[in-house]
């Protein structure tokens, strides 16, 4: 099958069983992903910044920076929100550039993502060790006292 994001970074065939199909199209799950996360920077930005921008500048300005410039979409929505969350007046499309550079957007995302892999490797980890419900009896063999650390 075709993968039909236009912006495929995979070469293009995606496997019928592996691809998430809407409609008739089929798509590599991370292009779909990224083409979902590259509308919902739009919708944000028509939600919180400006119902009527310039279209066409919104959309330039996210392709470049997210197909050209290799910023993560994901991150691109995370930044978005926590800069309007902290403050900024953004009014131009042009504005995602500086949004994308933000530090403090980016330890933000970092303490984030270290926080998201931290608990799916405790999940892991407990899953692995994780032991059967029958009752474990523990009898130690002498109980331990004061005078048995001095010897």
């Not at 799950?29 to 590259?38: G, H, K, L, N, V």
């Not at 042009?94 to 892999?117: E, I, P, R, T």
């Not at 892991?124 to 063999?141: L, S």
Request: net charge positive.
């Amino acid at each position: 099958m075709k993968c039909r994001w236009k912006h495929c970074k995979f070469g293009g065939e995606v496997d019928k069983d592996k691809a998430v199909q809407i409609g008739l199209s089929y798509f590599h799950p991370e292009c779909y992903a990224e083409r979902e996360s590259i509308q919902k920077i739009i919708d944000t930005w028509h939600e919180r910044v400006d119902a009527y921008p310039m279209e066409a500048m919104l959309r330039k300005m996210v392709n470049d920076l997210v197909l050209k410039q290799n910023v993560n979409a994901e991150f691109l929505l995370f930044a978005l929100n926590y800069c309007l969350d902290h403050g900024w007046n953004l009014r131009h499309p042009a504005g995602l550039k500086a949004v994308s550079k933000d530090d403090k957007a980016h330890k933000a995302w970092d303490k984030k993502q270290n926080k998201k892999l931290g608990t799916k490797a405790a999940t892991k980890i407990t899953d692995e060790f994780r032991m059967d419900d029958t009752p474990f009896d523990f009898k130690p063999q002498k109980a331990v006292g004061f005078e048995d650390i001095l010897r």
